[in-house]
């Protein structure tokens, strides 16, 4: 049987870990006590991570997790433990909710700053509010430090901490903060970042981009830790990735949401009946599933036997739990799944599940993924917003050559062409068979786009293309026009010409006389694009052939929560899916119009 340690135990183990490790070291270092050692003696250990450990345990001061009024000694937990002993120069972590990897990396820098001279900490919380719990959990690690180690500040604000005293060896020591508004790059020009610590980035407002690259820039050769919960496959889950595949000199961490002790709900057990396990609690038993005389009872009871009972994916679920625990030698090595400790974490989980779900256990499930992971794959995708759903992003047809008597569609994306910009994209589609049947993206200018966009046209039985009307399409227009007739370059009616149309004051081919060539576009039939978009790939409308392509659309996301903009997440493009989504539209809303039919034809109206 597992053993269930209390609250109280586990203190004591975690102070009896602290004497042993502080023994340990006197032993190391001469026999003297750890508590009266100097600050020379410090710094001349600090590279022993044994030794930070030991420093941050004994001096540092933080507020109790659960009473804002008890000052108490920074002890680490098991994630900040292990964390602590394989954390390198560029790390990535990403986490679960309440881990306390912010208070970590926040004493770790604290303790530099006050221990060494020249140090240019950078901390980077992702609102003004954390920005200011920071700034809390500072004063409280400065105030509380034992006199001989409170180094004299030379400044200190609520954004800024600067320390000069050199009777303790310290000089031109700074701790800022700069939360990551728009318009503050600027501010990073021409510094030397020797610590950075960045929280929570997928939630960064305003050009996450420019920000980000002006920050690693300034921290290039420093200590830098990216910590975050998952918010979709943006700038964090790159590097994430980076650092799970040991490019780039990061270093990726993750851990479950188990590896912390507090998620726990005491008293549950796991109880067999009729050959199924279930989760009760302590104020439970079999007998209350047995129990019912009437049908409505029997009904009842078979009911509760059903929200009781563990599943395949939570039995999984469990075991991984109990492989933990047996890593950390919380429960014997005999231990099964179904013992009581791992009990206690499945009510948990359960109970966070309803919590965030309410009666949509699928939804409560989902957001659990991205605020309590599991493993490092579902809460990526749990939190990504997508345009379309990833399980209808694959191939399913092959790419097409043209065939006699077919029409197609082709439409643009246009870009500056420029190497470091976004490149442009071209999408051909069968009007028959809705097939993808050609996809490419190439660095060009806009006007010579528009010889390629001619040999496509010319190949693909003279099919109309649709170009975008904005600044580097009308240059990309204007060329097409001159090599290719008229009407075989898109254009599409305004609501009053139309309207003009049906009310019969002006002709079809009056009112196409007076409209310039390209698909207009606005914000508001530009989410129009992406929702067309997405029902003709769901629905297999739109049959997919290029892996390129439904790659790239992995990363095309709302950008709000009204989905009234979108586009690729930082770091990625969406050229290919934007030159998708124009041909999409002009099929669905305006092609058969451009070939001849607008609305409802007033009588005697020309047909084109």
């Known amino acids: 049987m597992a053993r269930v340690k209390s609250v109280e135990e586990l203190k004591a183990r975690m102070g009896a870990a602290v004497d042993h490790a502080a023994d340990q070291l006197s032993e190391e270092f001469g026999g003297f006590d750890i508590q009266l050692a100097p600050i020379k003696w410090w710094r001349e250990n600090w590279p022993d991570k044994k030794v930070q450990k030991l420093f941050i345990e004994n001096f540092i001061r933080i507020r109790s997790k659960h009473n804002d009024n008890e000052i108490v000694p920074f002890k680490f937990n098991d994630v900040q433990s292990d964390y602590h002993f394989r954390r390198t120069r560029r790390n990535v972590v990403l986490k679960a909710r309440q881990f306390g990897f912010s208070t970590y990396e926040l004493a770790l820098k604290f303790c530099k700053a006050i221990l060494f001279s020249g140090r240019n900490i950078r901390e980077v919380p992702h609102d003004p509010d954390a920005e200011e719990e920071f700034w809390s959990r500072l004063n409280v690690m400065y105030d509380h430090l034992p006199s001989r180690f409170r ?74 830790t990216l910590e975050s919960t998952a918010g979709g496959k943006e700038k964090f889950h790159l590097y994430y990735e980076q650092g799970k595949r040991g490019k780039g000199g990061w270093t990726s961490f993750f851990y479950e949401w188990w590896w912390l002790r507090e998620n726990r709900i005491k008293g549950f057990r796991f109880a067999n009946f009729e050959d199924k396990w279930l989760l009760l609690s302590d104020e439970e038993s079999i007998l209350d599933f047995t129990d019912g005389e009437t049908e409505d009872e029997r009904i009842a009871n078979r009911h509760r036997i059903d929200d009781a009972k563990v599943t395949t994916d939570e039995i999984e679920i469990c075991e991984k739990i109990l492989s933990h625990l047996k890593s950390l030698k919380y429960v014997d090595r005999d231990a099964t799944w179904h013992c009581f400790e791992v009990a206690e974490y499945l009510a948990w989980r359960r109970l966070k599940i309803e919590e965030l779900g309410g009666l949509d256990k699928k939804r409560g499930l989902k957001l659990f993924r991205v605020e309590h992971p599991e493993n490092d794959i579902d809460c990526f995708d749990s939190s990504v917003r997508n345009v379309i759903s990833p399980l209808y992003l694959k191939v399913t047809c092959e790419p097409q050559e043209p065939i006699p008597g077919r029409e197609y569609l082709i439409g643009a994306d246009t870009s500056l062409g420029t190497d470091d910009g976004d490149s442009s994209a071209i999408e051909v589609i069968d009007l028959q068979t809705g097939r993808q049947c050609h996809s490419e993206e190439l660095k060009i200018s806009p006007d010579l786009l528009a010889y390629r966009l001619q040999e496509l046209s010319d190949d693909y039985n003279g099919a109309v293309v649709c170009v975008e009307r904005n600044n580097t399409g009308i240059a990309t227009i204007k060329k097409l026009l001159e090599l290719v007739e008229p009407e075989r370059v898109y254009k599409e009616l305004t609501a009053a010409l139309r309207r003009d149309v049906e009310d019969g004051k002006l002709s079809y081919d009056e009112a196409m006389e007076k409209v310039e060539f390209g698909v207009v576009t606005s914000t508001a039939n530009k989410s129009l694009y992406a929702v067309f978009l997405e029902q003709a790939i769901r629905t297999g409308e739109i049959g997919l052939s290029n892996q390129e392509w439904c790659d790239q659309a992995q990363n095309v996301i709302w950008l709000n929560a009204q989905k009234t903009q979108w586009g690729a997440m930082s770091g990625f493009h969406d050229d290919r899916v934007l030159a998708m989504a124009i041909v999409n539209y002009v099929r669905m809303t305006g092609y058969g119009e451009f070939r001849g039919f607008v609305g409802v034809m007033p009588e005697g109206a020309p047909m084109r």
């Open 151 to 224: 180094p004299a500040t030379k400044y200190r604000s609520k954004e800024k901490f600067e320390f000069h005293d050199l009777a303790k060896g310290v000089s031109n020591s700074v701790i800022t903060s700069l939360n990551p508004r728009p318009g503050l790059e600027g501010k990073l020009r021409s510094q030397t970042i020797t610590d950075a610590h960045l929280t929570e980035i997928p939630f960064w407002a305003g050009d996450q981009e420019s920000f980000f690259t002006a920050l690693m820039a300034a921290a290039e050769k420093g200590d830098i």
